[in-house]
């Protein structure tokens, strides 16, 4: 008797083969049968009359990894689909934990606590804490405790403590690096400390990580020039880890920072690996270049085909790359729809929103804000870094709806003042003023076009949450909330960024991912395959996309299976943890 049988589904397995119409046999955690198969042999049967079964989605490009422990049921993923993430991303990992603890941005209001900056980059990691500081307050706000050192301690840790998803491990460079050369690295490295680094790459890869990520743009990896990479990633070679790249792409997120060529820093990762011969994955691609006027739709197209022709023709010179892309073009980890978080520095100052908002009648208060923010000080809002500032912000919500749905140089011209003055004044009207700003190198049509790439693989880039999370809105001191990726980036690939062909949209989240990691015990659907399977109803998928409050589930996936046990039955999970830890020895 097989354990449960997904009975009448229209199977699409991951491999870019065309869909049939058969039934999936599960037994002991594995793919037993797929075929026509008697309803009477099974214990359990899930109609799927109708709907689509395909393997269990990868993501490719996480930082789930840090909030894992607080959200083991994995929601907002598996309610999209995904029931594999890599994990640790950007040069950030959860482990080795050393004496210094890295900021992540799902863990913002702790380090601000501990680390307050003034003009920090509410979308940068490029600040810290003592590692004997944070894990006390970890335990208290995130309900997990901190009980591992090395990498292999944690992912035993990850095993016990049960997980409804899977995760592929991956060390965080910047994690090592910061820990060997400490906070203020910014020099060559001493001997004493490449070996100490290559000794925490060495235990990582042995515990089952499969690489090693690095994150370009933030300290401490800002730091790391390509002689470093170089010698450093070659310590991937003899076990086949892989390079997976935040590549420099916006310069050091602090005032600001020194224009980059962005292609230039796709090309170093390409020629890392083409140097040390290792596998590289060049993370949440975006453009290579930068628009002026950003939102042309033609050029965003020429200028993401341009990037594609690269990377393909490294690849033709023998260079083993793969890359992931976002699924929508409001960029990754967290959104601040909240008008007010534009200035947060100046409301942290004075002690909350209130007295902020009192002390912004004052015209003095006004230039002292006006000065820092055109000075070019502010990375956050800095007209030098992005001269389309005042298109880019739309507003969404607000109390006097008459500037609803426009932009922030629209409401200047209505108001008949500069934009900036604009802002001020919206915000005394309603300190509760929404907007959506988009992100600068990227639109729906270059997103299409990436993902179009028949190597392209996906990335939501965000944290895993449940229906709440820890980054919740508080009037003194709003911030942060998820993407609305971490919900339903998938989703949007498939209703409205992926094309019509579903067998290779298919392959993009499941095959094609699992290529690149290796793994040959999931990704497609075939008898002895690890049981990571979906049904779904494909003509009901739809995002629910909030970019307000964006903790809201998308529908249509009603059935997610993780090594055979229900996690998701008819829409509603199940509390089951049969996830874990995936070694790279044993994938």
């Not at 046990?565 to 044993?586: E, S």
């Amino acid at each position: 008797m097989y354990d449960i049988l997904i009975k009448g589904g229209t199977v699409i397995d991951g491999t870019g083969a065309a869909a049939m119409e058969a039934d999936v046999a599960i037994q002991d955690g594995k793919i037993a049968a797929i075929g026509a198969i008697d309803p009477a042999q099974a214990h359990e049967v899930i109609d799927a009359a109708g709907k689509t079964v395909t393997p269990g989605f990868i993501e490719m490009h996480s930082h789930a990894d840090q909030t894992l422990l607080a959200y083991p049921t994995m929601d907002s993923m598996l309610h999209q689909g995904i029931t594999t993430f890599v994990g640790c991303m950007c040069g950030q990992s959860i482990a080795p934990v050393g004496r210094y603890w890295l900021a992540n941005q799902a863990m913002r209001d702790i380090f601000d606590e501990l680390t307050p900056k003034l003009y920090a980059d509410m979308y940068a990691d490029d600040y810290y804490a003592l590692s004997e500081e944070v894990i006390p307050l970890i335990r208290r706000r995130c309900g997990f405790d901190v009980t591992w050192r090395t990498f292999h301690e944690w992912l035993d840790a990850v095993d016990a403590h049960g997980t409804s998803g899977n995760i592929v491990p991956v060390l965080g460079y910047s994690t090592i690096r910061m820990n060997a050369a400490g906070p203020e690295g910014d020099r060559p490295l001493t001997e004493a400390e490449k070996a100490q680094l290559k000794a925490d790459i060495h235990e990582a890869l042995d515990a089952g990580a499969f690489g090693m990520s690095v994150g370009l743009d933030y300290e401490p990896g800002i730091f790391s020039d390509t002689a470093e990479l170089l010698e450093m990633s070659k310590e991937l070679k003899k076990d086949g880890g892989i390079l997976f790249a935040h590549w420099r792409k916006t310069g050091q997120r602090r005032g600001t920072p020194k224009r980059q060529k962005k292609i230039d820093g796709i090309k170093e990762i390409l020629e890392i690996g083409l140097a040390n011969d290792i596998q590289v994955q060049i993370s949440h691609l975006s453009k290579g270049y930068d628009l002026y006027p950003a939102n042309d739709d033609y050029l965003q197209v020429a200028a993401s085909r341009r990037t594609l022709q690269v990377i393909d023709e490294y690849v033709a010179r023998g260079v083993r790359a793969g890359f992931d892309v976002i699924p929508n073009s409001t960029g990754g980890t967290m959104i601040a729809p909240d008008l007010i978080t534009l200035f947060r520095p100046w409301y942290k100052f004075t002690g909350g929103v209130s007295l902020f908002l009192r002390n912004l009648n004052g015209q003095d208060y006004r230039q002292m804000i006006r000065e820092a923010i055109f000075s070019g000080s502010y990375y956050i809002l800095n007209p030098k870094v992005q001269p389309e500032w005042e298109d880019e912000i739309r507003i969404i919500r607000c109390a006097q709806r008459r500037y609803e749905g426009k932009t922030a140089r629209q409401v200047g011209q209505m108001m008949g003042c500069d934009t900036l003055t604009a802002l001020f004044e919206l915000l005394l009207i309603d300190r509760r003023t929404q907007i959506f700003r988009a992100v600068h190198d990227a639109n729906a049509e270059s997103v299409k076009t990436f993902v179009g790439h028949p190597q392209a693989t996906l990335g939501n880039d965000t944290f895993v949450f449940g229906a709440t999370s820890t980054v919740a809105y508080d009037p003194e001191s709003p911030g942060n909330k998820p993407n609305p990726n971490t919900y339903c980036g998938f989703i949007k690939f498939l209703t409205e960024l992926g094309g019509d062909d579903r067998v290779e949209m298919i392959r993009k989240l499941t095959g094609r991912p699992a290529e690149l990691l290796h793994l040959k015990k999931r990704g497609t659907l075939a008898a002895g395959k690890q049981a990571d399977v979906l049904g779904m109803d494909w003509e009901a998928l739809k995002t629910n996309e909030n970019v307000i409050d964006p903790t809201v589930y998308p529908d249509g996936i009603q059935h997610v299976l993780v090594n055979g046990v229900p996690v998701i039955r008819d829409g509603r999970h199940t509390g089951a943890l049969p996830g874990g830890a995936i070694r790279r020895q044993d994938c």
